[in-house]
């Protein structure tokens, strides 16, 4: 299961994410991370400290998200990202696009 919540929208949005996210939760992921941003568009920062697991849906959702904010001119970063995780992104390259520490 999968929780996501706006810990701040001061001057970027603030997302804390915990559990896992799957192919049957990134829909869901997707829809409320979407909702949160057109609400207030800013810079999005998600802290992963909780995050225990994503899949490849969960890849392809993170970049539906980074292209919506970056045609927006605004940046989209991970921070505390587990390596295993973190693993993903470079795998993928993703780690090239999006700001992952």
Same mark, same amino acid.
């Given at each position: 299961?999968?929780? %996501?919540?706006?810990? =701040?929208?001061? !001057?970027?949005?603030?997302? =804390? %994410? =915990?559990?896992?996210?799957?192919?049957?939760? =990134? &829909?869901?992921?997707?829809? &409320?991370?979407?909702?949160?941003?057109? /609400?207030?568009?800013?810079?999005?920062?998600?802290?992963?400290?909780? %995050?225990?697991?994503?899949?490849?849906?969960?890849?392809?959702?993170?970049?539906?998200?980074?292209?919506?904010?970056?045609? !927006?001119?605004?940046?989209?970063? %991970?921070? /505390?990202?587990?390596?295993?995780?973190?693993?993903?992104?470079?795998?993928?390259?993703?780690?090239?696009?999006? &700001?992952?520490?």
């Amino acid at each position: 299961m999968q929780q %996501l919540k706006l810990v =701040s929208a001061d !001057d970027k949005l603030e997302i =804390s %994410l =915990s559990g896992e996210i799957d192919a049957a939760s =990134s &829909e869901d992921f997707y829809a &409320e991370v979407t909702a949160i941003y057109a /609400n207030d568009p800013k810079d999005m920062v998600f802290d992963c400290t909780a %995050l225990e697991f994503i899949d490849s849906t969960t890849l392809g959702t993170f970049v539906k998200i980074y292209k919506n904010i970056v045609a !927006d001119g605004h940046k989209l970063t %991970l921070v /505390n990202v587990r390596p295993r995780i973190k693993k993903l992104f470079e795998i993928c390259a993703l780690d090239k696009l999006m &700001e992952i520490m």
